[in-house]
């Protein structure tokens, strides 16, 4: 961990690549410790860090990506426990000692409390892509569900975020795969005959037939006229 003079916290674990661009005199303080600091220290671990631990908080990838915002109180206190880590730094019962590992878990405390604010989820409890493609599916028919936003919040994860999660685990952007999936039920639609433009357009929430056809035009480089003659045409071939 480093901390600079404007209270900026760096969580750097050992897979990570870094640098830093010093462009004025700047004060760093690191506390380093090894994955056995805290092995060490289990019985001396609170409930609250079971799920989410100091390591897997630190591997984190989410807080790699964004920057947490703490209020001024809490740079205060984020001080204060650096510095009292720095006093006891004298001791050489440090490594062992319970008092520092309290004030190194209360650090964590305040990246939890910061995270949460940001609606970041640290406990590792992202959710599966099966989890991502049933929500999506079960409410293609409702756009404003399915926006980012709203998607996010369901999930618990930054929004901020959310677009390069999606786009790890699933290798195409949300909205290339939202825009793919609701045409392929769209396409399906249209093989019904018995269904008119303007009942599919309600049916996928488009404000009318226009705002149907000019999506369906976008993504196929025709119309769902075009699309259902050629349907028919196919037909009457096969026949």
């Known amino acids: 961990m480093g901390i600079l003079d404007e209270s900026d916290l760096f969580i750097i674990c050992p897979q990570d ?10 004060h760093f303080t690191f506390i380093k410790f090894t994955d056995s600091y805290f092995a060490g220290h289990k019985m001396n671990t609170p409930d609250a860090l079971i799920l989410s631990t100091p390591e897997s908080i630190m591997s984190n990838k989410l807080l790699k990506e964004v920057k947490l915002k703490m209020e001024e109180s809490y740079i205060s206190i984020l001080r204060n426990t650096v510095e009292n880590i720095v006093a006891y730094n004298c001791r050489k ?5 319970p008092l520092v590992y309290y004030q190194i878990l209360s650090i964590f405390g305040l990246i ?29 028919y409702e756009p404003s569900l399915i926006q980012v936003k709203n998607v996010a919040a369901h ?13 790890r685990k699933f290798a195409m952007s949300y909205r290339e795969y939202v825009k793919s999936y609701r045409l392929k039920l769209i396409e399906k639609r249209l093989q019904i005959p018995s269904l008119s433009m303007k009942q599919i357009a309600d049916e996928f929430g488009f404000s009318d037939e ?16 075009q699309f259902r003659s050629g349907l028919k045409e196919y037909e009457y071939q096969d026949n």
């Open 112 to 140: 939890r409390e910061a995270a949460a604010k940001l609606s970041i989820r640290i406990d590792d409890g992202q959710p599966e892509k099966e989890e991502l493609i049933s929500y999506i599916h079960q409410h293609i």
């Open 155 to 167: 999930f618990n994860i930054a929004t901020s975020y959310f677009s390069d999660y999606f786009k």
């Open 93 to 97: 019962d440090v490594a062992s000692s």
């Open 210 to 225: 226009s705002h149907l056809s000019h999506f369906f035009k976008t993504m196929r480089k025709m119309s769902p006229s």
């Open 17 to 26: 690549q870094h640098y830093f661009e010093i462009t004025k005199s700047t």
